[in-house]
């Protein structure tokens, strides 16, 4: 059985919007089942193996780098920046000062690749013209209660770059999102003409870390203002598709509650992947990054 994609419509709305709501995407039951799972791996994790806790406060930029950048493979824990007092003790539980897990929770954890290598999927791929999805990296946001952290204004094909840009991400909400608890928003059209003029690099070293770099040739585009952001209603189970170039944010989340959502980015498989990403795949066995095919 072929399983739909997007119809036509809806195609035509990703392409003039650069994002496209599909509520009702997930069942109330694999909503629960996404939640119960986010909260077991909160409640699993061995906080006091992790670098944040385990090292002094001048060892955990560096430890917490290195710990970022080798988590393609592996499902690792995030902490808010608002989760620790500014001697570095943390002032949260452990389940309530996560930021994020990620980044290969598709590979590693059945309940999340399920949502994610699936025959729907690999057909709204298709809709909006991919040839060849490669699944990049996956990721639980939690938006925690009163800390969980702003995110200015971005384009995700900055920091998931590919030549030329492919990114296109696919974010279901666990939780209803609202404007106090930091739902997304979007500049409409802005993947037209805001182009992607920088990258996020991996920088080793002495120390490793991550930076920016320019595209040559590509104007930074302008700073949207604060009017052009829409807001849609987004109830848990939603899919959200985001244009890699689309211009979007979200706010702090002011509520009582969390606002977990799942999150992966697909990208073409022809275009260029290089070893300047600061997300890098281990190879395979046979050699080549061990990139999820979506066509398998
Ligand atoms: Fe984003």
Redesign the pocket.
């Known amino acids: 059985m072929v399983v739909q994609g997007l119809t036509e419509e809806q195609t035509a709305q990703f392409e003039r919007d650069g994002y496209l709501l599909l509520p009702g995407e997930l069942s109330p039951e694999q909503v629960n089942k996404l939640f119960c799972e986010t909260s077991e791996l909160l409640e699993q994790f061995d906080i006091s193996t992790h670098p944040m806790t385990k090292f002094s406060t001048d060892e955990k930029a560096h430890i917490g780098d290195t710990y970022f950048l080798e988590s393609s493979d592996k499902v690792r824990f995030f902490f808010e920046q608002g989760a620790f007092d500014p001697q570095g003790n943390l002032v949260r539980p452990k389940s309530k000062a996560i930021n994020k897990i990620g980044h290969a929770l598709h590979n590693l954890n059945d309940d999340f690749k399920a949502v994610t290598v699936n025959d729907r999927n690999r057909s709204i791929a298709q809709s909006i013209g991919f040839r060849d999805p490669l699944v990049l990296q996956s990721m639980i946001i939690c938006k925690q209660p009163e800390i969980g952290g702003q ?1 200015p204004s ?3 094909s900055v ?1 998931l770059y590919t030549d030329p840009p492919s990114a296109v ?1 696919f ?1 279901y909400a666990l939780e209803d999102c609202t404007a106090e608890n930091g739902a ?1 928003s979007f500049v409409p059209g802005s993947h037209k003409w805001a182009k992607i003029a920088k990258r996020m690099i991996r920088v080793d070293g002495l120390k490793q870390g991550t930076g920016f770099i320019s595209i040559e040739g590509v104007e930074e585009p302008r700073e949207p203002a604060e009017e052009e952001f829409i807001m849609p209603a987004c109830p848990a189970g939603t899919l959200v598709l ?1 244009h890699g170039s689309l211009l ?3 706010e702090t989340n002011k509520s009582l509650k969390s606002r977990y959502a799942y ?1 992966f980015h697909m990208i073409e498989g022809g275009n260029k992947y290089d070893n300047l990403n600061w997300l890098q795949i281990p190879p395979t066995e046979e050699g080549g990054a061990n990139f999820t095919h979506l066509y398998a």
Do not use: A, M, R, Y
Request: charged residues 15%; without cysteine; aromatic residues 16%.
């Open positions: 995110v971005h384009q995700d920091f991400g974010w997304l985001i979007h944010k979200s999150t």
